[in-house]
């Protein structure tokens, strides 16, 4: 069946680093987009990088723009998101997901909790 695993989450101080990994099984991993999404207390969850299926074509939201960078290795099945400049807004548990509407609205993994403060 379809499964994310989330990791590398952890509690670091602002402006610091962490690099997330998500390995995906149950699919065929290349041929989908991924996106790394997150949910904060009393928010919804948002997408903040999204990969295409290559590797070729990525977007960020806003808040995250020139921070964050999403990669992924087919071979692995993994896609990762390394976070840089981290600031407590950023605070939230991240998950890894499909672009598809099948996959989000059925399967989810654990998420990693990101915890950004002093």
């Known amino acids: 069946q379809v499964q994310f695993v989330e990791s590398g989450g952890g509690l670091v101080q602002p402006g610091g680093s962490l690099r997330l990994s998500c390995a995906a099984s149950?699919?065929?991993?290349?041929?989908?987009?991924m996106s790394w999404y997150r949910q904060a207390p009393g928010k919804e969850r948002e997408s903040v990088a999204t990969?295409?299926?290559?590797?070729?074509?990525?977007s960020y939201a806003d808040s995250v723009k020139g921070r964050f960078t999403i990669s992924r290795d087919n071979a692995k099945n993994t896609v990762y998101l390394q976070m840089t400049s981290l600031k407590s807004e950023d605070t939230a548990v991240y998950y890894c997901?499909?672009?598809?509407?099948?996959?989000?609205?059925?399967?989810w993994g654990q998420g990693t909790q990101v915890t950004v403060s002093s």
């Open positions: 997901n499909t672009r598809s509407r099948v996959f989000t609205i059925t399967y």
């Open positions: 990969i295409s299926s290559a590797g070729g074509i990525i």
């Open positions: 149950g699919f065929t991993f290349s041929s989908y987009a």
